[in-house]
């Protein structure tokens, strides 16, 4: 009898180092494959062909130390096409700041904020009394910036030919949560009465607490029949996939699938940049970035909200909410310089 | 008194009248059968197609630009890099935490706990693990790791989340293994004068080996599919960056594909196909790598059932 | 260097000792982990029936603990869940089953040795896959069959996690067919039974409480998955018995909580737990019955 216990030279042995070879060298791969990301993230992109979208004004300071670390954010969907193309652009000049950013909804968002686990929370709303009390109990000293503005959009399908303006009251009429209506017939004599299928945001959203204290008379009552996502996308997904649908988002969310959407004017006032900055537009509401004090204290988290602020005007618009107005832009950035 | 007993032989049926009948099975068989294979056929094709037809939505945005890029929020620039590299280092640290575990718990089991009531106990509850949902681990994950041990939406508290979820996958391909380990390699290690932690490192494991390989390398597959978990914990984020430490937060295929799949244009759900792409080549890779490490073994063994 | 050595140092001794003695931890570890997470589930859940009357959760049939006015029947969950699964398991059962018989009574085992590998690794594919197939091949598809199908519906959630299951449930009923003595298939041949009646009278009957296992645990897998449902069927709570429809599974619901913040200590918060509880109760309990059922005839 071989020896089978003096030394490993077996067969299956011999699979056990090659699999451990294998797994050594995946873990190679990985790393270099990582370094290889850090590179190319740091290197500028090569310039693209056509359809390059405009870019952020560059910074006018002399040379910065490179800046690294990390910017954590999170809050409402509605605000988060703005941050993310924010971030996106911060990270291009700043590679080594890594900025996470979450969509947990306004509510979820203030409820991370007030107990410091973010630096920033996007918000389409203001702050409510209890965060605000939640915050002081934390010891949380907060900074409130306007960003733009939103025009939350009421919007069917587009073979939807019959509705193509609705009133406030019609809009309780189909939200309340007594509400009675199951067709459109059910809104307004003379629309067909087929099932209408509502689609709109969840309970954390910001959207929600806006919508139905304005339509509905007060925040968070609303019927519960109605297909809910935090994910503004799945009901655009929604909207446009089902003929009898009627939702509502954020502006932006639409501005980015006209081609699947129509807007549906409230009053009378159809939503556009100029009716939402006016306010004519009935559903307008500002956009907000909550900062905690003491995380402007970090380097990174300055620059990032400085980068913000005066970037904000171009990005706003580009992801499709209206900016507020330069002037603003720049007090916030004189608020901002005070608090370094 | 002696009872007699009468056996009363049946007349046989006459061989010609049964034919009609045998026919009869015969064509039921046939007709079972054909349909049984079509079905199969059909099952298999859908497969094939949806595959194929994830593989052709895909591949126009399979570039290295893809493979190289962060996400962003133009399709063209859009990419799985942090992503990819969140699933390595989600299935590295995964795999560092619940293969000692797993492997040393299996040992236990099968070499050194009596065998009693605890014992089975204990197996049987290691096994209930794997009837939990994967969704339940990450509310556990969400309520011990990173709430209670306060780690945050960090690759920690997600690989601690997964390495409990795969650890009874681990678990149980290596009790399994080490259950066929012939007793004479045992008795003849001993016989030679090795202690018994000797004789089941040195004799038991590396015999067991191919199935114990066999089960990390699902586990790992199943650890790099699954994104219910990661998602209670809180992965579900815009991250651009790669993780540099465990304490970061991080993105992993699953997720950038269930991100990129829930928005309704047509370029993010390609680039979602591209990243379906990149992650089946993984998961096919280990798991066709455990099934063939697993035959391989049992044709060495002796036989196949 | 061999191991028969005839001294071996102390050191050495008192290491092996050392590791051989902490073992059962390492079994204990991860046992302890699950017994603190069902604790705080059952004490969240217990919280949750403070506040909300246990009538209320099982006879009301609305469920919105997030909207004012709240109401927490769970009813539509369940509902969601059942519906899902119903339709998944009407898939894979007939399916896997047909596949498992041809598999273990009639194919030869090249074929058999060939398609079970191949079984194998297609129960690996990440359920994500499936919730993209589910959002954008079968519901378009579905949509030009049932030209009123919902967009987010029950059916093509429960269609497609039925395709997934297959696999599961045709290795594990091939498995306890396989296990029926040769012996008794080959009397039941002498006899002068076609192949499949043996199967259908004789292999059957021997291995049902396989059978029945693999598939309550199969309804187990579908009932806990959740990726399918939360990509493709919905998130809108209601009892129904229709398959265009969308409905919210209790695991959707789970997702849609912890994917928000609620504040802590409200009824909300603890209506994750209580959905949990169920979810638990449901998908774990089904699995143990798989296990207990298929043990149970082990032993006769």
Same mark, same amino acid.
């Given at each position: 009898?071989?020896?089978?216990?003096?030394?490993?030279?077996?067969?299956?042995?011999?699979?056990?180092?090659?699999?451990?070879?294998?797994?050594?060298?995946?873990?190679?791969?990985?790393?270099?494959?990582?370094?290889?990301?850090?590179?190319?993230?740091?290197?500028?992109?090569?310039?693209?062909?056509?359809?390059?979208?405009?870019?952020?004004?560059?910074?006018?300071?002399?040379?910065?130390?490179?800046?690294?670390?990390?910017?954590?954010?999170?809050?409402?969907?509605?605000?988060?096409?703005?941050?993310?193309?924010?971030?996106?652009?911060?990270?291009?000049?700043?590679?080594?700041?890594?900025?996470?950013?979450?969509?947990?909804?306004?509510?979820?968002?203030?409820?991370?904020?007030?107990?410091?686990?973010?630096?920033?929370?996007?918000?389409?709303?203001?702050?409510?009394?209890?965060?605000?009390?939640?915050?002081?109990?934390?010891?949380?000293?907060?900074?409130?910036?306007?960003?733009?503005?939103?025009?939350?959009?009421?919007?069917?399908?587009?073979?939807?030919?019959?509705?193509?303006?609705?009133?406030?009251?019609?809009?309780?009429?189909?939200?309340?949560?007594?509400?009675?209506?199951?067709?459109?017939?059910?809104?307004?004599?003379?629309?067909?009465?087929?099932?209408?299928?509502?689609?709109?945001?969840?309970?954390?959203?910001?959207?929600?607490?806006?919508?139905?204290?304005?339509?509905?008379?007060?925040?968070?009552?609303?019927?519960?029949?109605?297909?809910?996502?935090?994910?503004?996308?799945?009901?655009?997904?929604?909207?446009?996939?089902?003929?009898?649908?009627?939702?509502?988002?954020?502006?932006?969310?639409?501005?980015?699938?006209?081609?699947?959407?129509?807007?549906?004017?409230?009053?009378?006032?159809?939503?556009?940049?100029?009716?939402?900055?006016?306010?004519?537009?009935?559903?307008?509401?500002?956009?907000?970035?909550?900062?905690?004090?003491?995380?402007?204290?970090?380097?990174?988290?300055?620059?990032?909200?400085?980068?913000?602020?005066?970037?904000?005007?171009?990005?706003?618009?580009?992801?499709?909410?209206?900016?507020?107005?330069?002037?603003?832009?720049?007090?916030?950035?004189?608020?901002?310089?005070?608090?370094? | 008194m002696e009872t007699q007993r009468i056996i009363r032989i049946p007349e046989l049926p006459d061989l010609e009248s049964l034919r009609p009948l045998v026919a009869r099975k015969r064509a039921l068989e046939r007709a079972f059968l054909a349909i049984a294979i079509v079905g199969a056929?059909?099952?298999?094709?859908?497969?094939?197609?949806?595959?194929?037809?994830?593989?052709?939505?895909?591949?126009?945005?399979?570039?290295?630009?893809?493979?190289?890029?962060?996400?962003?929020?133009?399709?063209?620039?859009?990419?799985?890099?942090?992503?990819?590299?969140?699933?390595?280092?989600?299935?590295?640290?995964?795999?560092?935490?619940?293969?000692?575990?797993?492997?040393?718990?299996a040992?236990?089991l099968e070499e050194y706990a009596p065998r009693n009531r605890i014992r089975r106990w204990l197996l049987l509850n290691i096994s209930n693990?794997s009837g939990?949902?994967?969704?339940?681990?990450?509310?556990?994950?969400?309520?011990?790791?990173?709430?209670?041990?306060?780690?945050?939406?960090?690759?920690?508290?997600?690989?601690?989340?997964?390495?409990?979820?795969?650890?009874?996958?681990?678990?149980i391909s290596?009790v399994e293994a080490i259950r066929l380990v012939p007793r004479s390699y045992r008795e003849a290690?001993l016989a030679?004068?090795?202690?018994?932690?000797?004789?089941?490192?040195?004799?038991?494991?590396?015999?067991a080996?191919?199935g114990?390989?066999?089960?990390?390398?699902?586990?790992?597959?199943?650890?790099?599919?699954?994104?219910?978990?990661?998602?209670?914990?809180?992965?579900?984020?815009?991250?651009?960056?790669?993780?540099?430490?465990?304490?970061?937060?991080?993105?992993?295929?699953?997720?950038?594909?269930?991100?990129?799949?829930?928005?309704?244009?047509?370029?993010?759900?390609?680039?979602?196909?591209?990243?379906?792409?990149?992650?089946?080549?993984?998961?096919?890779?280990?798991?066709?790598?455990?099934?063939?490490?697993r035959t391989?073994a049992i044709r060495m063994r002796g036989g196949i059932r | 260097?061999?191991?028969?050595?005839?001294?071996?140092?102390?050191?050495?001794?008192?290491?092996?000792?050392?590791?051989?003695?902490?073992?059962?931890?390492?079994?204990?570890?991860?046992?302890?982990?699950?017994?603190?997470?069902?604790?705080?589930?059952?004490?969240?859940?217990?919280?949750?029936?403070?506040?909300?009357?246990?009538?209320?959760?099982? &006879?009301?049939?609305?469920?919105?603990? &997030?909207?004012?006015?709240?109401?927490?029947?769970?009813?539509?969950?369940?509902?969601?869940?059942l519906?899902?699964s119903a339709?998944?398991l009407l898939v894979a059962v007939p399916l896997g089953l047909i596949a498992a018989i041809v598999l273990s009574e009639f194919a030869p085992l090249r074929v058999r040795n060939v398609i079970k590998?191949?079984l194998d690794?297609?129960?690996?594919?990440?359920?994500?896959?499936?919730?993209?197939?589910?959002?954008?091949?079968?519901?378009? &598809?579905?949509?030009?069959?049932?030209?009123?199908?919902?967009?987010?519906?029950?059916?093509?959630?429960?269609?497609?996690?039925?395709?997934?299951i297959i696999p599961l449930v045709t290795s594990l009923s091939e498995e306890s067919m396989a296990s029926v003595p040769t012996l008794v298939k080959e009397a039941a041949l002498a006899l002068g039974a076609t192949r499949l009646e043996t199967t259908f009278k004789v292999t059957i009957p021997y291995a049902l409480s396989g059978i029945i296992a693999s598939f309550l645990i199969a309804t187990g897998r579908a009932v806990?998955?959740?990726?399918?449902?939360?990509?493709?069927?919905?998130?809108?709570?209601?009892?129904?018995?229709?398959?265009?429809?969308?409905?919210?599974?209790?695991?959707?619901?789970?997702?849609?909580?912890?994917?928000?913040?609620?504040?802590?200590?409200?009824?909300?918060?603890?209506? &994750?737990?209580?959905?949990?509880?169920?979810?638990?109760v449901l998908s774990f309990g089904l699995s143990l019955l798989g296990r207990w059922v298929a043990r149970w005839k082990r032993s006769e």
């Open positions: 009898m071989r020896q089978i216990v003096t030394r490993n030279t077996g067969t299956t042995a011999r699979s056990w180092r090659a699999i451990l070879a294998a797994l050594m060298g995946v873990a190679v791969i990985a790393t270099m494959v990582s370094a290889a990301g850090c590179a190319r993230t740091e290197s500028s992109k090569p310039a693209q062909s056509g359809g390059e979208p405009k870019e952020p004004k560059q910074t006018e300071e002399p040379q910065k130390p490179a800046l690294k670390g990390q910017v954590l954010v999170d809050g409402s969907s509605t605000v988060y096409p703005i941050t993310e193309a924010v971030a996106e652009e911060f990270q291009k000049e700043f590679p080594d700041v890594s900025v996470n950013v979450g969509i947990s909804g306004t509510g979820g968002g203030f409820k991370k904020f007030v107990v410091g686990e973010i630096d920033i929370n996007d918000a389409s709303r203001e702050i409510k009394p209890e965060e605000q009390e939640a915050a002081q109990k934390n010891g949380i000293d907060y900074v409130a910036f306007k960003i733009g503005y939103d025009g939350i959009t009421v919007v069917t399908n587009k073979s939807n030919t019959w509705c193509k303006d609705i009133s406030l009251e019609e809009l309780k009429k189909i939200w309340e949560p007594t509400s009675k209506v199951k067709t459109w017939a059910d809104v307004r004599k003379g629309w067909p009465a087929q099932p209408i299928k509502l689609f709109g945001p969840d309970t954390d959203s910001g959207t929600f607490d806006y919508f139905t204290e304005v339509v509905v008379g007060e925040a968070k009552k609303s019927r519960a029949d109605y297909t809910a996502s935090a994910d503004d996308n799945t009901l655009v997904m929604g909207v446009s996939g089902e003929k009898n649908s009627l939702g509502y988002f954020g502006f932006a969310y639409y501005e980015e699938n006209t081609d699947k959407l129509n807007a549906v004017s409230v009053n009378g006032v159809a939503p556009s940049l100029e009716t939402i900055k006016s306010g004519a537009y009935p559903l307008s509401r500002p956009l907000f970035i909550y900062v905690n004090k003491k995380s402007l204290k970090k380097p990174e988290v300055y620059e990032f909200v400085s980068f913000y602020l005066k970037n904000a005007e171009t990005l706003v618009k580009q992801v499709g909410y209206v900016p507020i107005s330069a002037d603003e832009y720049r007090s916030s950035l004189s608020t901002l310089e005070g608090l370094k | 056929v059909i099952i298999f094709g859908i497969l094939l197609i949806l595959l194929l037809g994830v593989a052709l939505r895909g591949l126009p945005y399979l570039t290295p630009t893809f493979l190289t890029s962060p996400p962003s929020r133009f399709p063209e620039k859009a990419g799985v890099l942090p992503a990819l590299v969140g699933s390595l280092w989600l299935i590295v640290l995964t795999g560092a935490m619940s293969i000692p575990v797993g492997v040393l718990s040992v236990y693990m939990i949902p994967a969704i339940m681990y990450g509310v556990l994950g969400l309520v011990i790791f990173v709430k209670l041990m306060a780690l945050g939406n960090s690759i920690l508290a997600g690989s601690l989340t997964m390495s409990l979820l795969v650890l009874p996958i681990i678990v290596t290690s030679l004068g090795a202690t018994k932690w000797q004789m089941v490192t040195r004799t038991v494991l590396p015999a080996m191919p114990i390989v066999s089960g990390i390398l699902l586990a790992l597959a199943r650890a790099l599919g699954e994104a219910a978990p990661l998602v209670t914990i809180g992965a579900l984020a815009y991250v651009a960056h790669v993780p540099t430490s465990v304490f970061d937060p991080f993105t992993v295929l699953s997720i950038q594909i269930f991100g990129w799949a829930s928005r309704p244009s047509s370029d993010f759900l390609g680039l979602a196909a591209a990243a379906i792409i990149v992650l089946l080549a993984i998961v096919f890779l280990l798991t066709i790598a455990s099934v063939v490490i391989r | 260097m061999g191991v028969t050595q005839t001294r071996r140092s102390p050191v050495t001794i008192a290491a092996e000792r050392l590791i051989e003695s902490l073992l059962p931890l390492f079994v204990l570890l991860p046992l302890l982990l699950i017994a603190i997470f069902l604790a705080f589930l059952f004490t969240n859940a217990f919280h949750f029936f403070q506040q909300v009357s246990l009538r209320e959760f099982l &006879l009301e049939p609305n469920w919105h603990p &997030l909207i004012q006015p709240p109401r927490y029947g769970i009813a539509p969950l369940v509902a969601g869940t519906l899902t339709i998944a590998p191949i690794v297609l129960a690996g594919i990440p359920s994500i896959v499936y919730g993209y197939f589910a959002l954008v091949f079968v519901t378009p &598809l579905l949509q030009k069959v049932f030209p009123t199908i919902e967009i987010f519906n029950a059916l093509s959630a429960g269609i497609v996690m039925g395709i997934m806990g998955e959740t990726m399918i449902v939360t990509m493709a069927a919905g998130a809108t709570p209601r009892i129904t018995l229709n398959p265009l429809e969308g409905v919210q599974t209790l695991t959707a619901y789970i997702v849609q909580v912890s994917l928000g913040e609620t504040a802590l200590g409200t009824t909300g918060y603890y209506s &994750l737990y209580a959905v949990g509880l169920v979810l638990f």
